[in-house]
């Protein structure tokens, strides 16, 4: 079965401090990696995707940055901290190949809430 | 451009009775509208998708008919139960691409003994 780990589960930032966040998804190969960011009361807003190892796509930036150092692995990173980046970050995975989340299931972890002061 | 307009924020009622969950869209592209739920503590999970004009859809006892005619996809129920107590969020396919998929703000059901 497979399984999605997002860490950490909360973290409570200063402003211009730097971030890092991970996501390891175990139990299938070369899956379609996904971040998403919710802003307190509001929607989830798409920010990065990724179809294989070492390339990611910008869906919005937000001052943020993505990475996918390993197969399993998708990272969400910031060497400084805005306020406006308080909210809750999700990763999710989709089956791999072509689509995307229009024609297969998203699969979401847990999240990260982030708390910027 | 794109986008995904759930009307109610909050909604609550009583154990039993009709549940009902507004999702208008608008879009570019050819449909492709979802509903995920998000109970408290959990993760986003895909309870409906559809694609195609005038057919319901079921699943774990909600239902959805995708009409294109009036850019709806609401979601429904006969019989609310307090375990339907969730978050659930309408989301459209992107015109810009399969790989993104476009949310809408969510409503908060809370069901009632």
């Known amino acids: 079965a497979q399984t999605i780990h997002q860490w950490p589960v909360a973290e409570i930032k200063a402003v211009g401090s730097p971030l890092s966040l991970g996501c390891t998804i175990k139990?299938?190969?070369?899956?379609?990696l996904y971040w998403y960011w919710q802003a307190t009361g509001g929607t989830l807003q798409q920010l990065f995707y990724?179809?294989?190892?070492?390339?990611v796509e910008s869906v919005v930036q937000l001052n943020l940055s993505a990475s996918r150092p390993k197969d399993d692995q998708f990272i969400l990173s910031t060497e400084k901290l805005l306020l406006s980046h308080s909210g809750f970050y999700l990763c999710?995975?989709?089956?791999?190949?072509?689509?995307?989340?229009?024609?297969?299931?998203?699969?979401f972890g847990a999240g990260t809430r982030l708390s910027v002061l | 451009g794109d986008s995904v307009t759930q009307t109610e924020g909050l909604v609550t009622l009583t154990e039993g009775l009709p549940v009902m969950l507004n999702c208008t869209y608008q879009?570019?592209?050819?449909?492709?509208l979802f509903w995920y739920v998000q109970h408290l503590n959990e993760a986003p999970k895909l309870l409906l998708k559809s694609s195609t004009d005038n057919k319901r859809t079921e699943h774990q006892g909600f239902h959805a008919t995708l009409h294109k005619s009036s850019s709806s996809f609401h979601l429904q129920k006969s019989s609310a139960q307090l375990s339907d107590s969730a978050l659930y969020y309408c989301a459209l396919r992107a015109s810009s691409g399969s790989w993104q998929l476009i949310f809408g703000s969510g409503t908060q059901l809370t069901v009632m003994p």
């Open positions: 999710a995975w989709s089956l791999p190949g072509t689509g995307g989340p229009s024609q297969n299931t998203l699969y």
């Open positions: 990724s179809i294989t190892v070492g390339q």
């Open positions: 139990g299938k190969s070369s899956p379609n």
């Open positions: 879009t570019a592209y050819s449909t492709f």
